[in-house]
């Protein structure tokens, strides 16, 4: 199981941008499907965006499109959540999410990160 951290979460007015990271502790982390999930207060925990081992397939929510961009570099064993034009809704806790697959699919998740707020204030 590989262990993830998070960092770059805080409060934002609209329209700002921020870009979260997440560090993982796995020496093949090539071997990962990486991925961001979020969860508002009083919701389910939903999908953002997904990046296949190599970086060369990413599946973003329909909510985030044009406004969000996921990147990885395996040799730092790190990824990346750039979002720009960040809006109300987007508040939220976001979790970094792993799965061991060479395939594009991130479900069912295999680890989790411990989550970054992020709060955006009209």
């Known amino acids: 199981q590989v262990q993830l951290v998070e960092s770059g979460g805080g409060l934002v007015q609209a329209g700002d941008s921020l870009r979260l990271s997440c560090a993982a502790s796995?020496?093949?982390?090539?071997?990962?499907?990486m991925g961001w999930f979020r969860q508002a207060p009083g919701k389910e925990r939903e999908f953002v965006a997904s990046?296949?081992?190599?970086?060369?397939?990413?599946t973003y929510a329909d909510s985030v499109k044009g406004r969000f961009t996921i990147s990885r570099e395996n040799a730092k064993n790190t990824m990346w959540l750039q979002m720009n034009d960040l809006k109300s809704e987007d508040t939220a806790i976001y979790y970094c999410?792993?799965?061991?697959?060479?395939?594009?699919?991130?479900?069912?998740?295999?680890?989790w990160g411990q989550g970054t707020q992020v709060t955006v204030t009209a």
């Open positions: 990046i296949n081992w190599n970086g060369e397939s990413t």
């Open positions: 999410a792993a799965r061991q697959t060479r395939s594009n699919s991130i479900r069912p998740v295999s680890s």
């Open positions: 796995v020496r093949n982390f090539f071997g990962y499907i």
